[in-house]
């Protein structure tokens, strides 16, 4: 399903999950609480994990790891990204697949032993984990067999040439609203940014991406959690921002209130321009008031609102959002299976230059596990957030 000659059974394809609400990864020290790829707790199973079960009977075998037996957001986010799964199969019209699923206990040995437990029962490439430091050690069991793997994290450093990342990376967000922004004549940016992992991610890509296109960063300061905390951030980037074109809150949740604040800090917010990232892609966020005229960038949404309805008919219940990323997964490996024959899974058809077509735009795997995405740019409005900017119908070289 190479975007340049993509069959219609794969037009469906949906990328437009984000896994860093969820995705976390076990402690490396006993006793240590698991974090997620941005520093999110999650609680890793308490009981046995599942029992395995296989679906579909096609020849080629798939391992599906998924902390399935996990509390909380992990373990309801594993059991959708099943039924997505599931899903998939079904509406790809019989593919000659068999998914292994695997409980990983929402844990990075748990995962180690999915793994091994996939690839002993013959699966020629690993779907999941979800969990950056599982997704760390089910690569290295991997490609110890020469298999790749194509995991949920959101977190590029677990990134490896093999281990391809499928979940939205917030580089690539921060790389396409600074591209817009500066191709509509912004230069000056400021920047506030939560003091976390996830701020100093999006720092590093922020000022790689706006010194790659031209232009300048003249403010960038960090916030903590507590709101009564924030003010000499605020009052700090409203000063720079004298000299500003643009200002970018990535984290939606925060986006209002800081707007709010710096409005009362003296920021004519009329004559700047706020940019955002796909944290912003909520109802809730991107309605608010304090947000008009704020550019983000996120996939299109309409691709995630035709999933959802499927899924809901299917299943009677709304998906959670990382469920599309199995759906994805799956497909693209139904896909491959049918169209590439024994290269199916080779890096270089996974790696392919001109990507894979979904209803949501492209997507690429680069050589170095990350991923592309084609990204449209919306602006919030009182009826919510509409394109202004679509997706690329193609990559360039």
Known sequence: MLASRVPAFCRHLWMGARVAIVAAALGACAGVQPQGDFGTPVQPSTSAPEQPAAVGDGEIKIGLLLPMSASGNAGEAARAMKNAAEMALVEFKAPNIQLLVKDTGGTSGGAQQAAQQALGEGAQIIVGPLFAQSVRTVGSVARAAGKPVIAFSTDSSVAAPGVYLLSYLPEADVDRIVEYATSNGKRSFVALLPDNAYGTVVEGAFQQAVSRHGGNVVGLQKYPADP????????????????????????GQDAAGLAQALAAAGVNMRQVQLLGTGLWDDPSVSKNAALQGAWYAAPDPSGFRSF????????????????????????????????????????????????????????????????????????????????ISPAPRAFGS
């Open 228 to 251: 009564a905390r924030r003010q000499s951030a605020v009052t700090a980037i409203a000063q720079s921002a004298k000299q500003a074109d643009a200002i970018f809150i990535p984290d």
């Open 308 to 387: 959802a309805s499927r899924y809901r008919r299917r299943y009677g219940s709304d998906p959670v959002r990382t469920a599309s990323l199995a759906y994805d997964a799956v497909t693209l490996v139904a896909a491959l299976v049918k169209t590439q024959g024994a290269q199916s899974f080779s890096d270089s058809v996974l790696t392919a230059s001109s990507g894979f077509a979904g209803t949501e735009g492209l997507f690429r795997f680069r050589a170095d596990g990350t991923s592309e995405r084609g990204l449209s740019i919306m602006r919030v409005s009182p009826s919510g957030a509409a394109p």
